[in-house]
């Protein structure tokens, strides 16, 4: 009896970030859900629908906009999201997902991203690189905007 080839698992990339917030963390995730002050860090015209199950889209350029279905929830802890297929780009069997974890560590909101499901394909490396760069700026954004709030409240 003749075995059957089992498919190799699609190789994939992701990347990861950090930053840290001189901010209660709850300040920092509500700049992470909240649909208005994600636009202003994130990408314009954010829209979120904050729980599990919700939705989370954004446009982050003229060329792309990420929808994206809210897959673990856990306020002020946790937040993940698995994306919809890009359109324009290779199919694909990887999912991408982007996994949000705000912790603090010594009185600062320390926020962090693991993104991942990329597939290695050539195709995908400008989308790839575009994204990663993206959310290095866009997570400095939000630092400063929530830093500012903070002073704003303090003075």
Do not use: C
Not at 109 to 117: C, E, K, M, Y
């Amino acid at each position: 009896m003749a075995r059957k080839a089992v498919p190799v698992a699609e190789r994939t990339r992701g990347y990861a970030h950090r930053i840290d917030v001189n901010a209660p963390a709850g300040m920092v995730w509500n700049a992470l859900v909240d649909s208005k002050m994600a636009s202003l860090w994130y990408g314009p015209e954010a829209r979120i629908t904050a729980k599990a199950g919700g939705s989370y889209t954004a446009r982050i350029d003229r060329n792309i906009e990420r929808e994206a279905h809210i897959d673990v929830f856990e306020a002020g802890r946790r937040l993940r999201l698995i994306y919809m297929p890009p359109p324009g780009l290779p199919a694909s069997d990887a999912v991408i997902i982007d996994d949000f974890i705000l912790d603090t560590e010594q009185g600062v909101a320390v926020l962090r991203l693991l993104g991942s499901g990329f597939p290695m394909d050539e195709n995908w490396d400008p989308y790839y690189q575009r994204l990663r760069a993206h959310w290095g700026l866009a997570l400095a954004r939000l630092k400063i905007m929530v830093e500012r709030e903070v002073k704003l409240k303090s003075a």
